[in-house]
């Protein structure tokens, strides 16, 4: 039987270190648990933040804890458009050479100079899952969604395997939109080129020069 890997949606959000979380809510502040999300260990905080781009701004952004080494934002690829910041789609915490913003709380605010991404799609699986998939860390995947009537096959999936993840593939809201799921959607991964990783550009290139394969 094949495993249905349930598809939710990551808004935007962002993380934050302690130290920044201090600048924007006061010395000594730490942020206050109020919703459990699926990851074990992951929770909404009730403190919000504005993030301010060179054209737009969003006030409230959700604040996820717990805090981490490094402050990251991670938005849509039109949320970048609407702040006017350009998109770097990365995995989570690989923030090097990705552009900055402002940020707003009610005690202070501050710039970050890199730390803006648009979240790589992924999956979160445990060890056992991996083997039951035939999958491995890090390799990119093939997943066909569910669908009412736009169903896709995204491409680039990257696993994510830890002990401590629960089975769960995460797209942003853009990405959630274009495969139009219903209330619990899903996906499968599917294996093309004989379950070899196979560069996608490269797919396109050999379609283009009439290799079918
Ligand atoms: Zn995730």
Redesign the pocket.
């Known amino acids: 039987m094949g495993i249905k890997i349930p598809i939710?949606t990551?808004a935007r959000h962002m993380h934050i270190s302690q130290q920044d979380f201090e600048i924007l809510f006061g010395e000594g502040a730490t942020p206050t648990f109020k919703k459990e999300l699926s990851?074990p260990g992951q929770y909404v905080c009730e403190e919000r933040i504005t993030v301010v781009g060179p054209k737009g701004e969003f006030q409230n952004m959700a604040l996820l804890g717990p805090t981490r080494s490094e402050t990251q934002v991670e938005i849509s690829l039109t949320d970048a458009r609407k702040l006017g910041i350009p998109s770097f789609i990365r995995q989570?915490g690989d923030i090097e050479g990705t552009p900055g913003c402002t940020l707003i709380g009610p005690k202070g605010s501050l710039e970050i100079e890199k730390g803006v991404i648009v979240?790589k799609r992924?999956i979160?699986m445990t060890p056992s899952d991996a083997i039951r998939l035939h999958v491995k860390d890090n390799e990119s995947v093939f997943v066909l969604t569910q669908s009412y009537e736009r169903a896709l096959i995204y491409a680039d999936v990257i696993v994510?395997v830890h002990p401590d993840f629960r089975l769960?593939m995460?797209v942003d809201t853009d990405e959630a939109n274009a495969f139009a799921g219903d209330d619990f959607p899903y996906g499968v991964i599917v294996k093309l080129f004989e379950g070899d990783n196979y560069n996608v550009n490269m797919w396109v290139e050999e379609v283009l020069q009439g290799i079918n394969r």
Do not use: D, L, V
């Open positions: 939710e990551s990851q989570s979240a992924h979160h994510r769960s995460h």
